[in-house]
């Protein structure tokens, strides 16, 4: 009980951006259980701990945190929970330069968010595709997906900024026409669509 307080302080240390708190709690957590004990604790602990040396800008050890803590969701049927993870670990490789292996991990995260109907990390993953796409040239595409995260009501704090930002980047290198377009197929414009035609591509 008292490791899943800690990491509760912990998370709640992360998004106050107080890092190194943050820190502290988790490990904490971690010198209490063990995995065989309490898969969770454990796996939520090197998780958010990924989560802390993304923000403190050491990809490599948030990628090492980040797969020890994956697996533990995975083997005990928190898919949810290892969907959400596997969200960071995506991000911490393109950090480090493995754009193929990032869009891999949002992929397969996406699919698992699909299946678990974990719709705010759906949203997560999906302004992170975009971003990505759009780095490769497909502006359009990007410029809608990141559109409709901005406007879900489901999307969290972090993802909200995260898609407003690449809207307002987007929108300059769009035509007139272009945006029109957008605009006026917003309704047919699903999450549910977006992640099909995402995943059909693959």
């Known amino acids: 009980m008292i490791a899943v307080t800690l990491n509760t302080l912990g998370f709640v240390s992360i998004q106050l951006s ?6 502290e709690f988790l490990q904490e957590s971690l010198a209490l259980v063990t995995a065989a004990e309490d898969p969770w604790s454990v796996g939520t602990a090197y998780g958010n701990l990924g989560i802390v040396e993304l923000a ?3 990809s490599a050890e948030a990628q090492n945190l980040l797969q020890k803590s994956i697996p533990l969701f995975a083997d005990s049927g928190m898919l949810g929970d290892a969907a959400y993870f596997m969200t960071f670990l995506g991000e911490s490789v393109l950090l480090l330069g493995a754009t193929e292996d990032a869009e891999s991990y949002w992929l397969d995260a996406i699919r698992i968010a699909r299946e678990t109907q974990a719709l705010p990390t759906e949203l997560a993953i999906l302004v992170r595709l975009a971003r990505l796409h759009a780095g490769k040239g497909n502006v359009v595409d990007a410029y809608r997906w990141a559109r409709l995260v901005a406007g879900h009501p489901a999307a969290r704090q972090d993802t909200h900024s995260r898609a407003k930002k690449l809207c307002a980047e987007l929108e300059p290198k769009l035509t007139l026409q272009q945006q029109q377009s957008i605009r006026s197929s917003q309704e047919r414009d699903l ?12």
């Open 18 to 23: 107080r890092f190194h708190e943050a820190h």
């Open 56 to 58: 403190r800008g050491n």
């Open 191 to 202: 999450l549910d669509y977006f992640i099909q035609e995402i995943l059909a591509q693959t």
